[in-house]
């Protein structure tokens, strides 16, 4: 086989094996709430949030999340603003933010400040550093950490559902270890995540098998000798 045949062989089964980046969208209702960000009240905040595996069922790199604006005309700035990811095997919050996490938190986003402008339904973006890769077999925890704030408010879209919590919050503070309150507060929310970042599979998919078989036997006892 001549060196551009292997060229295009190797190119060919690079896309077969590439995915792109998918959007999960949860909805709740379109109720609001001012927590976290009632800047006009509290000047810190820590708060959890829990999705189940069932409502991503997508494994890969979260890249971006997104909350869903209440108001019209919202425009606030919240100060030291982090956010954590990690995986969870509760399928309730309770007071104890260390204990819902299943492994250690992952900080994808710490900003010296960060605004929250637009209208009733805007979505509110976070872009977060691709440091955390979901699995799709535990659940998922999304905690948000401020301190400090313009005085301004921006609810943002939820609905209550079930009976499981799916909220941990702790008002005026940005650091203590215990939730004052659980609740069943459910967030509207949207995340890209990228499968392509989670590992290799084992096996060649059947689609990249067949093609290395008719362009090179010899990539294609590669590929299953892997």
């Keep these: 086989m001549n060196k551009k045949t292997t060229t295009f062989a ?36 820590r708060i959890q949030w829990l999705y189940t595996q069932n409502e991503i069922n997508q494994s890969g790199v979260i890249q971006k999340i997104y909350h869903q604006i209440l108001w019209d005309d919202t425009n606030a700035e919240y100060n030291n603003l982090r956010i954590y990811l990690c995986h969870s095997d509760k399928t309730s919050l309770n007071s104890s933010f260390a204990d819902n996490c299943k492994d250690a938190p992952v900080k994808v986003m710490d900003q010296a400040s960060h605004t929250i402008a637009g209208d009733a339904g805007d979505w509110l973006e976070y872009d977060i550093d691709d440091t955390f890769t979901y699995n799709n077999i535990n659940n998922l925890v999304i905690e948000l950490r401020y301190n400090g704030d313009n005085g301004q408010n921006a609810p943002l879209m939820k609905g209550d559902v079930g009976t499981s919590h799916k909220r941990a919050y702790l008002k005026d503070d940005d650091s203590g270890s215990t939730a004052e309150n659980t609740d069943r507060a459910a967030y509207n929310l949207k995340i890209i995540i990228d499968p392509s970042g989670i590992p290799a599979p084992e096996y060649p998919t059947s689609a990249a098998l067949l093609l290395a078989l008719f362009t090179s036997p010899a990539i294609a006892y590669l590929l299953i000798k892997k």
């Design 10 to 45: 190797l190119t060919i089964l690079f896309f077969a094996q590439t995915i792109t980046a998918e959007t999960i969208t949860i909805t709740y209702g379109t109720s609001g709430n001012y927590y976290p960000y009632q800047g006009s009240t509290y000047d810190a905040f």
